[in-house]
Each structure stands twice: as C-alpha cells, then as structure tokens.
C-alpha cells in the first residue's frame, strides 16, 4: 500500500490479495513445530528451570505509547501491569508447573522486568522456536499473537481497557481469546481451547494466508462492466 501511494497509483484500484509475512509463517512453522521438544529442553536449561506449561507473555511497550502524547491517551497503563496480572491469574490457575516466559519487543529493555521470579528473553531466543515450545501465548495486541494463531496455540489477547484501537482480527474471527477481566483470564488459561485443528478457510483468507484471487477476478469484471 506505501508503494502504491508512493507511485501515486490510485489507492481504490489496489488490491490486498495475501500478507507475504504470515504467508512465511505458515510455511515455516511446521519445521519448528517438528522441534517442539527441542526448544522446550532448550528453555528448560536457559532458565536453568524445569517446567511443565509453558506460557509465552508477548510484551509490547505500553509505557511509550503513553508517553507519546494525545494520540494515545487512552493507553493508561503500562506493560507491566498486564504481566503483573498475569502472574497473579497463573498462581490461581490449576496449571502444572508453569512457568512464564516474557518475550520483549524489540524497543525493549530487560530492566522493568528485573527481580521478578520468570525467564525474560530478548533475542536469546527463537521467536518461533517460542511459539511453537509455548502451552500458552498471552498478549495485548502483538502481531506475534496472530503468528501465535497460525502455530496452532491457544492465544490470549488481554483488553481490560477498553482501547479506542483497532481489534485484533483473530479476536473478531473468533480465532483467539479476548479477556476483559481477571476472571476470565484464569479461566481461560484453564480451559484446554486450541487452535491446533486449523484454520478455517474463510479465516485464512482473512488473514491473507493465500492470495485471494476470486476478489481480484470479481473486481476486474466489475470494473469492465462498469
């Protein structure tokens, strides 16, 4: 779309028909879902640890939006609030011997994370290799919790806060779990709910998984016509 407004194309005759990016990260995840083991062992000895669920916490720096000004006055808590909700709805969860992995985004630093009592990782890690050893993926809006739903974990998007933002599209498709408070968040991580079967075909296309070429031969007739 940058390109197409770049070229001074006119912006009503382009059309989306696929995402590349998540288009890789269906073609790519079957090898790292084939090392699962790998990666969980692989995380047991970078944490120095043992642990039976795996919950992958998706950070995003939530305290720098709210620093930016007017354009994000809704945003009026940081990142670290939502882990700090996290870790308090884990331990009252019937979860065998969690433990919860923190994976910053890349404008992150460690240091608002410090003595807190989970493996935090920055680039030590395979995002991927993450995805595919996780029991859980828990987030805000996180493009990684859409790569998330196309590994086929159980993906938690939490929004106590009512954003004036966008909604995450696996949340609209019905594709990941959208917690609006505590509760429903440690029901959700005690719940069994998985994505593992597949995606449908309807929610594939949505998320541009394959190029949609019926929408481009049915607007190429329409625009013949017209």
């Known amino acids: 779309a940058r390109y197409v407004e770049q070229e001074k194309y ?77 870790e308090e709805s884990v331990f009252q969860t019937n979860l065998n011997n969690p433990l919860v992995c923190v994976k910053l985004h890349p404008k992150e630093s460690p240091v608002g994370y410090k003595n807190k009592t989970h493996l935090v990782v920055q680039d030590e890690l395979n995002k991927y290799e993450l995805l595919a050893a996780a029991d859980y993926v828990v987030g805000i809006k996180s493009m990684l919790l859409i790569e998330s739903v196309i590994f086929g974990r159980p993906t938690i998007s939490i929004d106590l806060w009512n954003l ?10 019905g594709i990941s779990l959208r917690v609006t408070s505590k509760e429903e968040l440690i029901a959700g991580l005690n719940d069994s709910f998985t994505t593992e079967m597949g995606l449908s075909d309807a929610a594939k296309r949505r998320l541009g998984l394959y190029a949609d070429w019926l929408t481009v031969l049915r607007s190429l007739v329409k625009d013949i016509l017209n």
């Open 164 to 173: 004036k933002s966008e909604e995450l599209i696996t949340n609209t498709l």
């Open 10 to 86: 006119a912006r009503l005759k382009a059309l989306v028909i696929g995402n590349p990016f998540l288009q890789k990260v269906q073609k790519n995840k079957d090898f790292y879902l084939r090392q699962r083991e790998v990666s969980r062992e692989k995380i047991r000895k970078f944490a120095n640890t043992s642990f039976e669920t795996l919950i992958v916490f998706v950070s995003e720096p939530q305290s720098m939006l709210t620093e930016s000004g007017n354009q994000f006055s809704d945003v009026n808590y940081s990142e670290y609030d939502v882990f700090s909700l996290l």
